[in-house]
């Protein structure tokens, strides 16, 4: 792999273009990832925002499920925001009964935890790991984690209000997961953060 790593972005559902943008302003090349062979071309892969069910039975459906959890066991880097947090957890609280994922980290999510559409709203995130600025921290219809297993790092939680000390960004090895969206905010430090977490491993 060079200094610019390939980084995919899983393009079943979801806000597919909005990470594309800020992986490419991060210094990463971009792909969209579909198939088995697709992801067979990327250094790593992120898992965006949308609707976790739809995406876990599209990954099944595509024949992307096992290609994608070998690549979680084999040390591929991954970044999920929202439904990718989801996917990217072990366990999962009011998922539908027949709902997979990918898995990787050691975490239990509670999906919609924040509520649904018309509970979205945005606050100051901070991830003390990738600096002192909060970041906007926009939340539509997303998950929490609850419960983190050994191993995992707690990156930030929610400093404020009624929900003050829940977690909302968690990272393990070479897998990076935030309930909340920052491909859409115009702040790349997130995927900034990612990428050069990406050359580091390689």
Known sequence: MTSTPRVGVLSLQGDVREHLVALEASGARTSM????????EVDALVIPGGESTTMSKLALL???MLP????VAAGMPMYGSCAGLIMLANRI???RPD???IGGIDITVRRNAFGRQVDSFEIPITIEAIGPQPFDGVFIRAPWVEQVGPGVQVLARIEQ???AGTIVAV???GLLATSFHPEITGDHRV???????VRQRA
């Open 62 to 64: 595509f024949d992307l």
């Open 171 to 173: 990272q393990h090895e």
């Open 93 to 95: 609280e009011d998922g």
């Open 99 to 101: 709902q997979e994922t």
């Open 191 to 197: 995927h900034q953060f990612f990428v050069e977490s």
């Open 68 to 71: 994608l959890r070998e690549a």
């Open 33 to 40: 990832v579909r198939t088995r062979e697709d992801l067979a």
């Open 161 to 163: 209000g009624p929900r």
